[in-house]
Every structure is written in C-alpha cells, then in structure tokens.
C-alpha cells in the first residue's frame, strides 16, 4: 500500500505529538535509571514496588496472623469438645475401637491448640520486640 504525502505528514504528526508515545520514552529512561541503581542490590524496579507493599502491608500482616491463630485455636477446642463428647458416648456403648480413636483424635487437638497458643505467643512477642525498636 503506498500512502499519499499528505496521510504521511498526518502518521508524523501525530506520532511527534503523541503524548503516549513520549510517556512510554521518559517511563523506558526512568526505568533505565532505576534498573542501574538497584542493579548492585540484585533487585529489579518490578521488584522494588512488590518490596514496598510489603513492608507497608507487614504489621498489619501480623495482627492478621493473630486473629486467625486466635480462631484456629476456638476451632481446635470445639473440635476438642466434640470429640469429649463422642468418647462418652463410645464408652456408654461399650465401643473399645471407636473410643481408642476418639482419644487419638483428641491428643491431636490438643497438640493443635498447644501449637496455636505458641505461635500466638511468638507474634506477640515479635510485635513488642518491633515497637521497641522503633522507639
């Protein structure tokens, strides 16, 4: 396809005055510069931003740790107290295999809440190690 000189002069035109297009020059230079800064760090500029999200979003990364161990916790003792309650009824009914199982079941959900309730103490101790380090 060959193209008039005037439909040439308009693609120049606006590929001059394109403001995209000079966005996607200065975003490439900027880019450049951050490339060689970093470079010595082994880091990316894709990798920079992803850093900072996650130092901002880390403290509150930790108390979202310690509502979940907080809830794995109640969930392990529900579970607990059902299983209590399933190795009753076994030993009323005289079931030797069901209530061995209910009380393997139930050291599992013990060793679970003992796990929980040390990761609990552990954020918590990281936390207060944090602030006093900030302070």
Known sequence: MVRSTDETSIVDQISSGCLLGHWRRVNRVLSGIYEAEMRDWGLKSSQLSLLVAVAKAGPVRRIED?????????????????????????????????????????????RDIRKDKRDLRDDRKDRREDRREQK
């Not at 161990?69 to 030797?96: N, T």
């Open 66 to 110: 310690i509502r979940k161990d907080r809830q794995d916790i109640r969930q392990d003792r529900r579970e607990r107290r059902e299983d209590r309650r399933e190795l009753r009824q076994d030993i009323k009914k005289g079931d030797a295999q069901g209530a061995r199982q209910e009380r393997r079941e139930i050291r599992k959900d013990t």
